[in-house]
């Protein structure tokens, strides 16, 4: 048994060296691109939050929406999945590094051939039918000398935290669309009871130029013009009803319900959100460290780099170690002897000298794949330096146009609270009135479109910052090991 055990321990003794063994390269060093030092654009100074920034708009239905969404929501529920697979395959990966060990029990009754090889008919004492028991366990450890493993397992996991970091994404895209379609919903409501307004208006103008035209006060045509003015307008209020209901369809689906358990709710009118006067954009450098988009492509290179150190590795030979302990006996009770021992131990070469250059093909394709991943790395920085710069640019200039809006909105409202006054003292007649009351309709339906388009520009810089997010919040609740 002493002489048996000295390859078992020698084999213990040189594990730990042939483990320490280089893994082939290359070595993944993650990249360093080049990006600019300060934004184009007027963006205000600081660091993006990483708060919840939604609920800066302070909204509840709004908060509570993206809560449901984010329980619910079928896109973001198959990204998660997702994520766990991609989990479990790294699990399956780092537990193929590991010794192999297998058990097995087996019964069976024996019949031996009396013309076969061996003659058990003319062997005294042994007959030729018996039972045969055997339990016992295999184990087998397949030796990383050259990294194959560990460079699979470096690539499991990369893939795995790329998995998270797309779910990250599309959790950001979903909140920062809800909240646009929650926006719109919000501005067709507002534009509905303007058009609400304005046919009220034009129908008052078309009754008093129907009026005038009796009186002879006024032609035919510009009461003709004035009555289909009202009917344009009716018309314009029946669309803004069909807006309505599709802005709130849209919204129960990014949500994840069915329309009727949630859009009744969705009808009740509420104002426009307000928008921040600011937002902060931090450095153009901060994206490589806030973009999901940005981070999933670096992991997905260094999966891809890891490959070509596994594909190498397949040029060389690999060396494993066996071992099979057991108990055989032809009865049950002979089992726990010593006598039924059963020891196999052993080491195994497996080395393809030819394989057509299959191998070295295989080399080369890893290449390529992590030059690709190299080039959709450089793309996904440069679109998001693109989407960061256009967003700025867009709040920068809704800004401007709110403020503008909310100035033609007061320069109306007192315009017409003018010609109020001057109805009542009989300078002015119900027609100047009227006519005072649609024009600041119109003001207000443009303030209204302001104020929405500023607040999804808000949002849209929001994305584009990839706020609302840190990479130590990962989708799916488990530590990814980011680096």
């Given at each position: ?10 084999g213990?003794a ?7 063994a280089?893994a082939?390269?290359?070595d993944y060093?993650p990249?360093?691109?080049?990006v600019a030092?300060a934004w184009?654009?007027?963006g ?5 939050s990483?708060?919840?920034w939604w609920e ?5 239905m709004?908060n ?12 973001l ?16 990966v780092r537990?193929g ?13 024996v019949v ?6 061996m003659?058990v008919g ?12 055997d ?6 450890w397949?030796l990383?000398?050259w990294?194959?493993?560990a ?17 990250e994404?599309?959790?950001l895209?979903l909140?920062?669309e809800l ?6 919903l919000r ?5 509905l009871?303007s058009a609400q307004e304005?046919?009220?208006?034009r ?9 005038l035209?009796?009186a002879?006060e ?18 314009a209020v029946?669309q ?19 329309p009727a358990?949630?859009?009744p ?7 426009i959100p ?6 902060a ?10 973009r ?7 992991r ?10 596994a594909a ?7 060396l494993?170690?066996s ?11 002979d ?7 059963r020891?196999q131990?052993?080491g ?14 295989m ?5 390529a794949?992590a ?8 793309g996904?920085?440069?679109?998001a330096?693109?989407?960061?710069e256009?967003a700025?640019?867009?709040f ?13 909105l007061a320069?109306e ?5 003018l010609?109020a006054?001057r ?7 119900r027609l100047?009135?009227?006519r005072?009351a ?46």
């Amino acid at each position: 048994m002493r002489m048996t055990r000295l390859p078992l321990l020698a084999g213990a003794a040189l594990a730990p060296l042939l483990l320490s063994a280089c893994a082939l390269g290359p070595d993944y060093a993650p990249p360093q691109p080049r990006v600019a030092d300060a934004w184009l654009g007027e963006g205000a100074p600081g660091a993006v939050s990483a708060q919840r920034w939604w609920e800066d708009l302070e909204d509840p239905m709004l908060n509570g929406l993206v809560e449901q969404m984010l329980a619910g929501n079928p896109d973001l529920r198959e990204a998660q999945a997702r994520v766990a697979e991609a989990r479990a395959n790294r699990d399956a990966v780092r537990g193929g590094r590991l010794p192999q060990v297998t058990t097995s029990a087996s019964g069976n009754q024996v019949v031996l051939s009396e013309n076969g090889q061996m003659p058990v008919g003319q062997i005294p004492g042994f007959a030729r039918d018996f039972p045969l028991f055997d339990v016992g366990f295999d184990a087998s450890w397949e030796l990383d000398l050259w990294g194959r493993q560990a460079r699979q397992s470096e690539a499991a996991q990369a893939r795995s935290d790329a998995a998270a970091l797309s779910a990250e994404g599309v959790r950001l895209q979903l909140i920062a669309e809800l909240a646009r379609a929650y926006v719109g919903l919000r501005l067709a409501q507002a534009e509905l009871a303007s058009a609400q307004e304005v046919l009220a208006a034009r129908t008052q103008l078309a009754d008093l130029a129907g009026l005038l035209e009796q009186a002879g006060e006024a032609n035919a045509i510009d009461a003709g013009r004035a009555r289909g003015d009202a009917e344009t307008a009716r018309v314009a209020v029946t669309q803004a009803q069909a807006s309505v209901r599709g802005a709130a369809v849209q919204v129960a689906r990014l949500v994840g319900r069915e329309p009727a358990a949630l859009v009744p709710q969705l009808e009740v009118p509420a104002p426009i959100p307000a928008p921040p006067q600011a937002i902060a954009a931090g450095l153009p450098s901060d994206l490589l460290r806030r973009r999901p988009d940005i981070l999933g492509a670096e992991r997905e290179l260094a999966a891809a780099t890891a490959d070509i150190g596994a594909a190498r590795a397949d040029l060389f030979p690999r060396l494993s170690l066996s071992l099979a302990l057991g108990q055989q006996a032809r009865a049950i009770g002979d089992l726990a002897s010593g006598d039924s021992t059963r020891l196999q131990a052993g080491g195994g070469l497996f080395w393809p000298l030819f394989n057509g250059g299959r191998a070295r093909a295989m080399v080369r394709a890893a290449d390529a794949r992590a030059q690709a991943a190299a080039a959709r790395y450089d793309g996904a920085v440069v679109g998001a330096l693109a989407d960061s710069e256009e967003a700025i640019n867009r709040f920068d200039r809704s800004l401007a146009g709110l403020a503008a809006a909310r100035e033609t909105l007061a320069r109306e409202e007192a315009a017409q609270a003018l010609v109020a006054q001057r109805q009542a003292a009989g300078e002015d007649d119900r027609l100047a009135l009227a006519r005072a009351a649609l024009a600041r309709q119109l003001a207000t339906q443009q303030h209204a479109r302001a104020q929405a388009g500023t607040v999804q520009a808000a949002i849209a810089l929001h994305k584009a910052l990839g706020g609302g997010w840190t990479s130590e919040s990962q989708a799916g609740g488990e530590e990814s090991g980011l680096r």
